[in-house]
């Protein structure tokens, strides 16, 4: 509405006088100037976006439109309403926003019974979705307003005008209260009433930041709720292994240290990177979101503790099997002895066996029960030698494997079925190289990044978190460019997601809970990172702004346990 559209209006209902001459009225001239303020303060309020200046510019926006002493913003919390900013010019009271903290206690919407409380004007607003306008408190019949004559008398002010004015939002709740004391003439400096062109001048001002508001709580709970889902994936994901729990939260707090410190870093390739608040959040969300893919990955790989594990290791199997091939040895055994001792049955009466007679004798029973401990004995060395295989703690050499293949040649018997003691996939598990999992599971795993990054590239983010993709799907890409799933070289990736790397290696190193390691100490972890770094694992620049800052040791001291701590 133009400043024309408004005066016709003022003055097609009587509240200013129209005017037929050039000149305009002090009345007129007066509204001009209001209107001027309620734009210039709209204007601020929309492009306000912290909630505490925004609610002190619209108490100081409402104390200038209304040329007011004082006033307070109530917000409606619960069943009660609670004072948010108070402002008094004579009396020079800066509570709550940017000012003092509130130590005023909230007032009840609603007295012991239940009944609504109507002898508070911000109440009586609230409950009547009304503005009140009482030209002089003292005279007041309707309010209770016993508690602001004990603080005049004990502030020697004067409390008169008050102007009471409900702040309602798109779906008519009411939200605040806004609230102005002694409108001053601006001439005499007497307080006067709060006119009506006052009034509807701080109404309109009070609906523009209703709006406001309720744009910035929507936006504030829009965010809150993405956060717990993104933080709710990442839970899932996390929780879906018991070896991996905590990855998922780990890993975003440490690259948020990492990429402070390179924020900090007034040096060298990281003098110029710089981070904004935005940029922390987007980087944040990235973190919280850099393994979501592996929400799809068979638990029974994430899980992989041995490299005969599927759903339960295997290893149990193959004991079993040369339980029953040594009980099978150990029968056949027995059998023979048996088969001896009947071979060699003298008749009786027998007749008497010297010494020699009866050594030449046992020398056959003696030959057999070394056979079949040495027999039993290997036996027990193969198990061992699998047992140790399973684990991949230690890399397989040529020899072992070998031993491996060798191992097939025994059999056992099942259902007198004769069956080799470990198969060609059981061989072929316990033959990896490092680790626990084959190049197939290692596949598998690895895949989790194409399916993190096709999981956010069908999320629509918003602009301010545009890069949140390209961060969470970098952290395994390698500076030399030997990296997944894109294979992009240092200057391909943005610092962030070089820093989310690092980030994910430590974190791996460190980790107490894989089901294949125990968490290393920090000499080791920081050895590796090192070597990783001349090896063009990881960003040099980084590598050093980690170890500069000290970032390993606040992390440690966080998430390791004491044993870990061996460096400062």
Not at 82 to 96: A, F, P, T, V
Request: aromatic letters at 6%; proline letters at 4%.
């Amino acid at each position: 509405m133009t400043t024309k559209n408004i005066i016709n209006s003022f003055e097609k209902n009587g509240i200013i006088s129209s005017n037929t001459d050039n000149e305009l009225s002090p009345d007129i001239q007066n509204i001009i100037n209001q209107v001027e303020k309620l734009t210039d303060i709209g204007i601020a309020l929309s492009a306000e976006k912290d909630t505490t200046q925004l609610l002190e510019k619209i108490l100081l926006g409402a104390k200038s439109i209304t040329n007011s002493d004082g006033g307070t913003i109530y917000r409606v919390d619960g069943n009660t309403i609670k004072i948010e900013i108070i402002r008094s010019d004579s009396l020079g009271i800066y509570l709550g926003g940017e000012g003092n903290t509130i130590n005023i206690p909230n007032i009840p919407l609603y007295d012991e019974n239940g009944e609504p409380n109507l002898k508070n004007v911000v109440c009586y607003s609230y409950h009547n979705n009304k503005t009140i306008n009482i030209a002089d408190a003292y005279d007041a019949v309707n309010f209770d307003f016993s508690g602001t004559k004990a603080f005049d008398k004990k502030n020697n002010y004067r409390s008169k005008s008050f102007l009471s004015i409900p702040l309602t939002n798109h779906e008519g709740e009411i939200i605040g209260i806004l609230q102005l004391i002694n409108a001053i003439d601006p001439e005499t400096k007497e307080i006067i009433n709060f006119n009506s062109v006052s009034q509807r001048f701080a109404e309109a001002l009070a609906s523009q930041a209703a709006i406001v508001l309720t744009k910035q709580q929507l936006i504030a709970d829009l965010e809150s709720m993405f956060e717990s889902l993104v933080k709710l994936i990442a839970t899932a994901v996390d929780e879906k292994s018991p070896y991996t729990g905590g990855h998922c939260r780990r890993v975003p707090e440490l690259t948020s240290m990492l990429a402070e410190a390179a924020h900090e870093t007034n040096h060298g390739y990281l003098q110029d990177f710089t981070l904004t608040e935005a940029d922390r959040y987007e980087l944040t969300i990235a973190g919280w979101l850099h393994d979501c893919g592996k929400i799809i990955t068979p638990t029974h790989v994430i899980d992989k503790a041995t490299k005969l594990e599927t759903i339960f290791d295997r290893i149990h199997l193959v004991e079993a099997r040369f339980e029953i091939l040594k009980r099978d040895r150990e029968i056949a055994y027995l059998k023979q002895q048996i088969s001896d001792l009947r071979n060699n049955k003298t008749p009786s009466p027998a007749p008497p066996i010297d010494g020699e007679s009866a050594a030449r004798l046992k020398e056959p029973s003696r030959q057999l029960e070394q056979t079949f401990q040495a027999d039993i004995n290997q036996l027990d060395k193969d198990l061992a030698f699998i047992r140790c295989c399973n684990t991949g703690g230690e890399a397989m050499s040529d020899e072992d494997i070998a031993h491996l293949h060798s191992l097939q040649k025994l059999r056992w018997s099942l259902n007198n079925v004769d069956t080799p003691l470990l198969n060609d996939e059981e061989v072929y598990n316990l033959s990896i190289f490092r680790g626990t999992l084959t190049s197939e599971e290692r596949k598998i795993i690895n895949n989790h990044i194409n399916i993190t990054i096709a999981m956010l590239e069908a999320i629509k983010f918003p602009k301010h978190l545009q890069n949140v993709v390209e961060y969470a799907g970098g952290h395994h890409e390698r500076m030399d460019g030997k990296g997944y799933p894109k294979g992009l070289s240092r200057e391909q990736m943005p610092i962030q997601a070089r820093a989310m790397a690092i980030a994910d290696v430590f974190e791996a190193l460190t980790a107490k809970d894989r089901p294949y390691k125990s968490g290393k100490k920090l000499s080791e972890a920081l050895f590796i990172l090192k070597k990783m770094k001349e090896d063009g694992h990881i960003d040099p620049d980084l590598h050093d702004a980690f170890i500069e800052h000290k970032i390993y040791k606040r992390y440690a001291e966080k998430f390791l346990d004491d044993f870990q701590l061996d460096i400062d």
